[in-house]
């Protein structure tokens, strides 16, 4: 059960996130802006999970890997489904960004 949810959300064995981002994924924090604005993962860009379906333009490359990530890893998941749904093929959730911050 703990596996399948892991699954479901994104989390799981075997994502180097920090090789995905040496080369060259996109890390995308679904925060509000007021809460990237208190900290976030430099270099990573700031898409609220409630304006990404209309921001999905910024996000140009479908095939360029993309890391999601906001304050649990709630949010994130949401953002991944809404990602993949749309046509985007490497999406993955990292999770807390502060936590992902850890990773790279």
């Known amino acids: 059960m703990i596996n399948t949810l ?8 075997g994502v180097n996130y920090a090789e995905l981002v040496q080369q060259g994924a996109i890390v995308l924090d679904v925060r509000t802006k007021g809460e990237y604005m208190g900290g976030h993962i430099k270099g990573s860009i700031n ?3 409630d304006t990404l379906k209309n921001n999905l ?6 095939n360029k890997p993309i890391i999601t990530c906001c304050a649990s890893g709630m949010r994130s998941a949401s953002a991944k489904s809404i990602l993949a ?3 985007y093929a490497q999406v ?3 999770g807390g960004w502060s936590s992902l911050q850890n990773k790279l």
């Open 85 to 87: 749904a749309n046509g």
């Open 6 to 13: 892991k699954k479901m959300f994104g989390f799981g064995p």
């Open 47 to 49: 898409i609220s999970v």
């Open 57 to 62: 333009g910024k996000l140009k490359d479908k």
């Open 92 to 94: 993955y959730n990292g």
